[in-house]
């Protein structure tokens, strides 16, 4: 089973960026889609973005023209590029392809 592990969250005031990665123990992402989730406090869990092995990309309605996901297929890596960043994108961000799950990372936006 592919492992993966998340990076790149943190605390950012409304307005700022983050890149989240999410690095795979193997080469993958070519083969499978990768997939974003996000879940926030008391909030069923969410797909934010969809990568597909072709590049076809999918966004959530709420992270569109702000979210961007991108592949560096080299370092078995994909990432989330979120910019204009909002209160409401607070969460824990997933990866997931196939059946693994990363541990996720936090993202926090306030002032």
């Known amino acids: 089973q592919v492992q993966l592990v998340e990076s790149g969250g943190g605390s950012v005031q409304p307005g700022g960026s983050l890149r989240l990665s999410c690095a795979a123990s193997?080469?993958?992402?070519?083969?499978?889609?990768a997939i974003w989730y996000r879940q926030a406090p008391g909030k069923q869990r969410e797909l934010v973005a969809r990568?597909?092995?072709?590049?076809?990309?999918k966004y959530a309605d709420s992270v569109k023209y702000r979210f961007t996901v991108t592949r560096d297929n080299a370092k078995n890596t994909v990432y989330l590029q979120m910019s204009s960043l909002k209160p409401e994108d607070t969460a824990v961000y997933y990866c997931?392809?196939?059946?693994?799950w990363g541990q996720g990372t936090q993202v926090i936006v306030s002032t």
């Open positions: 997931t392809v196939r059946s693994s």
């Open positions: 193997i080469s993958i992402f070519t083969i499978y889609a």
């Open positions: 990568l597909d092995p072709g590049g076809s990309t």
